[in-house]
Antibody, heavy 121, light 107 residues
Framework: EVQLVQSGAEVKKPGESLKISCKGS????????IAWVRQMPGKGLEWVGI????????RYSPSLQGQVIISADKSINTAYLQWRSLEASDTAIFYC??????????????WGQGTVVTVSS | DIQMTQSPSTLSASVGDRVTITCRAS??????LAWYQQKPGKAPDLLIY???NLQSGVPSRFSGSGSGTEFTLTISSLQPDDFATYYC?????????FGRGTKLDIK
């Protein structure tokens, strides 16, 4: 079965660091880009960034660049989303999603279950 | 960045109704447009890609149309399982922005 399994919920204090993960299975992990999508409480979906696990080519949303770090370890089929210093405004659900394969442009066909990140003093 | 404008933001309908949701892009995206369904507490699911192609396993009552800047998602006969929030997303170039969503609820 093709799936993305994300790490569990996190509760952190402002200023703390955090790294959440997304592990792919059932397919060739290095063949598909993996994206991160944010959903703030009661709000819509927001594209955070995307990484190609094969060569670690990474793109960020202009509004979030510098706020987060996206990385991947292809030896363990895992992508990561990382913060060096969390703020209360980082409280959200974060989804990873696989970009489907095709000739050129492709949507997200497989999603992780989501990781709830709560930042509160 | 390309902006995606969805309307309406909320839609009240009954089982059996035909409903249409509209999505407009701030510039042409050809047909690089996807629709997702999200239920409370769940991750989004891909319904339609390339504006009008049904993802495998999605019921045929869902359909999509459009190209350029104007797109629609139609549900021909609403079923109880369809009450959810729907998002459009372009994937013409990075960043792949989403619309703000349309919440479809029971009238």
């Amino acid at each position: 079965e093709v799936q993305l399994v994300q790490s569990g919920a996190e509760v952190k204090k402002p200023g703390e660091s955090l790294k959440i993960s997304c592990k792919g299975s059932g397919y060739s992990f290095t063949s598909h880009w993996i994206a991160w999508v944010r959903q703030m409480p009661g709000k819509g979906l927001e594209w955070v960034g995307i990484i190609h696990p094969g060569d670690s080519d990474t793109r960020y949303s202009p509004s979030l660049q510098g706020q987060v770090i996206i990385s991947a370890d292809k030896s363990i089929n895992t992508a990561y989303l990382q913060w060096r210093s969390l703020e209360a405004s980082d409280t959200a659900i974060f989804y990873c999603a696989r970009r489907s394969l095709g000739i050129s442009h492709n949507p997200f066909d497989i999603w992780g279950q989501g990781t709830v990140v709560t930042v509160s003093s | 960045d390309i902006q995606m404008t969805q309307s309406p933001s909320t839609l009240s309908a009954s089982v059996g109704d035909r409903v249409t949701i509209t999505c407009r892009a701030s510039q042409s995206i050809s047909d690089w447009l996807a629709w997702y369904q999200q239920k409370p507490g769940k991750a989004p699911d891909l319904l339609i890609y390339k504006a009008s192609n049904l993802q495998s396993g999605v019921p045929s009552r869902f359909s999509g149309s459009g190209s350029g800047t104007e797109f629609t998602l139609t549900i021909s006969s609403l079923q109880p399982d369809d009450f959810a929030t729907y998002y459009c997303q372009h994937y013409n170039n990075y960043p792949y922005t989403f619309g703000r969503g349309t919440k479809l609820d029971i009238k």
